[in-house]
């Protein structure tokens, strides 16, 4: 007879330090109630998502999407397309831009690092257009604008489309705020060592613009460990932020778009950093090569196999909440043998008041060899005996 492995689930209760124990019940979270139009919240280690509000929707993205252009620009220095102290050419159309401008001309030959920096902290929109052109493959701030809308794509932004490198209004240039701070994440991650260009809170260029020297980034500076990343306005998008803070051995990275006021900016920004690092805080539900719970095995030298963490498992929890948390344990079984040590085998299904489930892999905790024929039968007869008082439910 041969028997077909079917899901199997295992419910448990956790306590935040590891270890089965009684649950209590939790306190959620207050939920955040934005004056933006959009807004996205994530808690970067823990890849939760703490606030979406319209996160999906595609809006005009105003000189945040200048981050684009920024990533393009470091992929192609990575890559050896492009160097920091290269001088590259401004154009009439570069210098026709007008908004938020470095006020380049046509005799200028500037050095990428200074048009990088030009467009973290001045926004620059002509530095944009000078560097797209550089990297286009036509030479066309449209052709650069094409790639970015295809790269955009490749990086898992399913909702930005580019008709421009600077954010300036035009017909079909948008993102959603969930794109940008997934764009926003890959900047920090891919290129940590021009991360800190970010947290600049000046810079001048040649002396040229005295009145454009300063950060538009209302948090620099206010000691609650905001460190980038870029602002955005424009009449049709209101005013946003593309915005991280690190505190301890956490960061948050958001993003809000469409108030009124650089005023409200300021403050929801700020609003939004002091909830996600008050309201909520990184626990540690399993430790690493502690027992969750047990998995059958089929044919195998021993009947169950435990299943442990690999690494210590960490979650963020409504900061409020009682030290225990239920969870389940799903796996597919009973496990065929061999099962070696180490082996991906389950998971342990979380579902955190107020927060999006979370999915953490289990591991086989040690070696199980296949069984000699005496073990098999009696495997085999144990499982019989277990379904056939169990009942058919025990194998939902």
């Known amino acids: 007879m041969t028997f077909l492995p079917s899901p199997l689930r295992s419910a448990l209760k ?20 934005t004056r933006a139009r959009a807004a996205y919240v994530l808690d970067q280690e823990t890849d ?26 470091f992929e192609a220095i990575r890559d050896g397309r492009l160097t920091l102290d290269e001088r590259l050419p401004v154009s009439e159309h570069a210098m026709s831009y007008k908004g938020s401008t470095m006020f380049l001309n046509t005799q200028d030959r500037v050095r990428v690092e200074d ?42 932004m399913e909702n930005s489309t580019f008709a421009n490198s600077n954010g300036w209004p035009a017909a079909g240039h948008r993102m959603s705020v969930e794109d940008l701070a997934i764009l926003a994440e890959k900047l920090i991650e891919d290129f940590p060592q021009y991360y800190p260009l970010f947290a600049e809170r000046e810079f001048e260029f040649d002396g040229r613009a005295p009145s454009n ?9 206010l000691g609650i460990g905001a460190d980038g990343l870029k602002t955005g306005h424009t009449s049709e998008a209101g005013y946003g932020l593309v915005g991280s803070a690190a505190q301890g051995d956490r960061r948050v990275i958001f993003v809000i778009t469409g108030l009124d006021s650089t005023t409200a900016r300021a403050e929801e920004a700020e609003a939004l950093v002091n909830w996600s690092f008050r309201q909520f805080a990184k626990k ?26 690999a690494e210590d498992l960490n979650v963020l929890l409504p900061a409020l909440a009682g030290r225990e948390i239920t ?20 998971e342990l299904v979380l579902q955190p008041d107020e927060l999006p489930e979370v999915r953490l892999p289990l591991v086989a905790e040690k070696d199980i060899p296949t069984g000699g024929f005496p073990v098999r039968v009696k495997t085999a007869a144990q499982v019989l005996v277990k379904r056939f008082i169990s009942g058919p439910e025990a194998s939902q």
């Open 115 to 156: 048009l990088l920096r030009g467009i973290i902290v001045l926004s620059g929109n002509d530095a944009c257009v000078v560097l797209a052109e550089a990297l286009s493959p036509d030479g066309t701030e449209a052709g650069f604008a094409r790639y970015m809308t295809k790269r955009a794509q490749e990086m898992g």
């Open 284 to 309: 540690t539900v399993a430790k690493a090569g502690v027992p969750v719970a047990e998995a059958e095995v089929w044919r195998g030298a021993e009947a169950t196999v435990g299943l442990v963490p």
């Open 14 to 33: 956790l306590t935040c330090a590891a270890g089965l124990l009684v649950s209590l019940s939790a306190l959620s979270a207050v939920a955040f109630d």
């Open 213 to 221: 020297v300063r950060n538009r980034n209302p948090l620099l500076g």
């Open 48 to 73: 939760t998502v703490l606030l979406a509000k319209n996160a999906d929707l595609a809006l005009p993205p105003a000189s945040m999407s200048k981050l684009m252009t920024l990533y393009v620009a």
């Open 327 to 346: 969870g389940e344990v799903v796996y597919t079984g009973p496990i065929d043998a061999p099962i070696e040590k180490g082996q991906k085998l389950a």
